[in-house]
């Protein structure tokens, strides 16, 4: 550039042949290793890709099943806490018709007159369901009321 030009030296025919041969080498060389190294990273990411999805997929399938054992958890607390309340007022009402009867036996005197032979109230123990009463009927009513529509049973005879 605005220098006057140097004596070049000719180059001969087999260091040209040479220094081409040496620069196709190292063409294909230097393509080789791109295309390996190219390759190597595709197939590592193609590798990372897979295993992603693989956890994405195992990631949904658990949240599903983490998703219905929460609604059957759900399902069985709400089973569960009906089931004790319905235990709970069966107790009750036993409770109830246990203490009406031991009431109702020391009123009478039960304790007092073994040998004589007692009527024994009769109590029903389930509601039935040809029952006239459209509120809930409990043995202790039927226990309360003076009158009772149905005869007392008679007694044992030995």
Same mark, same amino acid.
């Given at each position: 550039?605005? !220098? ?15 220094n081409?041969?040496?620069s196709?080498? !190292? ?7 791109a295309g390996?190294i190219?390759?190597?990273?595709? +197939?590592?990411s +193609?590798n990372?890709?897979?295993r992603?999805?693989?956890? /994405?997929?195992?990631? /949904?399938s658990?949240g ?7 609604? +059957?958890?759900?399902?069985l607390?709400t089973?569960w806490?009906?089931?004790?309340q ?5 107790? /009750? ?6 203490? +009406? ?6 009123r ?8 004589t032979?007692l ?10 369901p040809?029952? /006239? ?6 043995p ?7 009158n009772?529509?149905?005869s ?7």
């Amino acid at each position: 550039m605005g !220098e006057p030009a140097k004596h070049i030296r000719p180059l001969s025919e087999t260091r040209a042949i040479e220094n081409g041969a040496n620069s196709l080498a !190292e063409g294909f060389l230097f393509t080789v290793a791109a295309g390996l190294i190219i390759g190597e990273s595709w +197939r590592s990411s +193609r590798n990372q890709s897979k295993r992603r999805d693989d956890v /994405d997929d195992q990631l /949904d399938s658990l949240g599903t099943k983490v998703t219905e054992l929460t609604t +059957r958890v759900n399902e069985l607390s709400t089973r569960w806490e009906d089931e004790m309340q319905y235990q709970k007022q069966k107790n /009750d009402e036993l409770s109830r018709i246990l203490q +009406r009867v031991v009431e109702i036996g020391l009123r009478g005197g039960w304790a007092e007159f073994e040998d004589t032979p007692l009527q024994i109230p009769r109590i029903q123990l389930a509601i039935t369901p040809n029952s /006239d009463k459209s509120s809930r009927h409990t043995p202790v009513d039927e226990l309360d009321t003076p009158n009772s529509t149905e005869s007392p049973p008679s007694p044992p005879s030995s």
